[in-house]
């Protein structure tokens, strides 16, 4: 009986005084809100280099973690609403040869370690984009546990750590200011849809060529327009793409949302806002070296904008700036293809993705030679057709009145 009862004590207090062996304490954290990574040059002792000195040529990582302050978050009073004088960030820089090591020296230098899973987008430099060192900085964050498969990517052009210092304006954190921004894809299709990345992991090991949405800051103010391109194989960026590619590479992967078209008819300005807008692709694979895709899309919008008042009503001013803003569709879509073919020679209008469920014989053939090798992709023929329905003129030249 003295036995059970012991026992059974024992069972109470473990009950009671169980907890988390791992647990540690929300107040002693370092949450990561963003995090943008660059590279250097650095000069090693020891080997002979290039230029046949004694030193070796390699490179350091360059991070710079944006950490919240929760204190600040709260509004005080204070001048700017942000919880009184203070800012509710810090950041902080540091290099090493790899992220690993930067990520220790980061708790060496803050009173709290580094905390990743609330991290909303982890921002890479177009330097370090075009080195074979990116794919090597990413491991680290697809290893991370505490990193989400839905944290945002993006590259920034020119010195990266200025992303960090943006003016945030209607938000508390510089990160939240670039992610609220992202979201307006859905109003501008001269942005890209945001990439997480869970998918850019996907492609790393599917060897896809693929965009990345592009940051540029001036003057701490962070822009986002056009896109970063990546040779699949390689994993490195080849180059740009400027807001009209953009919004025809949103076309042809019908991730399009809105944009506008500006035409003159007559001497006046009218701006054409697109809506709606459909692609299609078919393909003649017959001969395989000389394959054929016809691109067909199908658009819609409304009359946005007019600099003098025409009659869209009774005259033809509509059927004629629909085929005008057909024609120039047409014809910046076809500047995108033969930038892809010509310049880069990679396939990120989704060319290939076709053939392999369309053409599956086809694509086993060439598909290692699609946008490498032989570059297959940059031999193809495209033609493209465009058609757009204006849907709302929102004429404004008559006034319906009565009088009493």
């Known amino acids: 009986m003295v036995k059970k009862l012991k026992w059974g004590m024992f069972c109470c207090f473990a009950i009671v005084t169980t907890g988390c062996w791992d647990r540690v304490e929300i107040e002693s954290r370092g949450f990561v809100t963003g995090a943008v990574i660059d590279m250097e040059e650095a000069s090693a002792s020891g080997s002979q280099g290039n ?127 670039i992610e609220s921004t992202s979201r307006n894809y859905l109003k501008n299709a001269r942005m890209l849809k945001p990439t997480v990345i869970g998918e850019l992991h996907n492609w790393y090991l599917t060897a896809r060529s693929f965009v990345l949405p592009l940051l540029t800051v001036e003057n701490r103010e962070a822009k986002l327009n056009g896109a970063a391109v990546f040779q699949g194989k390689t994993r490195k960026m080849l180059g740009y793409l400027n807001g009209d590619e953009t919004v025809a590479l949103n076309l042809l992967t019908n991730r399009f949302k809105e944009s506008v078209l500006e035409q003159v008819m007559d001497g006046v300005t009218v701006v054409l806002e697109l809506k709606y807008a459909k692609t299609s692709i078919q393909a003649d694979a017959t001969d395989i070296g000389h394959i054929v895709f016809n691109v067909k899309i199908d658009a819609a919008g409304n009359i946005a904008e007019s600099s003098d008042t025409l009659d869209f009503i009774h005259s033809q001013a509509v059927p004629e700036i629909e085929l005008k803003a057909a024609a120039e569709l047409e014809k910046k879509v076809m500047q995108l293809v033969s930038k892809m073919q010509h310049d880069f020679k990679t396939d990120v209008i989704g060319l290939g993705d076709y053939l392999n469920e369309e053409h599956y014989a086809v694509w086993q053939k060439i598909k290692n030679n699609w946008d490498s090798g032989e570059h297959r992709f940059a031999d193809c023929r495209v033609e493209v057709h465009a058609k757009i329905k204006i849907t709302d003129t929102r004429a404004i030249n008559k006034v319906n009145s009565s009088t009493n």
């Open 51 to 177: 230029d046949g000195s004694n030193q070796a040529r390699t490179r350091n990582f360059i991070a710079t973690y944006q950490f919240v302050i929760p204190g600040q978050l709260q509004g005080n009073g204070g001048e700017d609403g942000k919880g009184g004088p203070g800012k509710a960030f810090i950041n902080l820089t540091s290099k090493g040869t790899t992220i690993t090591q930067i990520d220790r020296i980061m708790s060496e230098r803050f009173s709290r370690p580094p905390y990743m899973e609330h991290a909303k987008m982890i921002i890479f430099s177009d330097r370090l984009a075009q080195s074979a060192a990116m794919p090597e900085a990413l491991d680290f964050y697809l290893r991370n546990m505490e990193i989400r498969r839905a944290t945002r990517v993006l590259v920034a052009k020119g010195n990266a750590r200025e992303v960090m210092e943006v003016n945030e304006k209607a938000e508390h954190l510089p990160v939240d200011y």
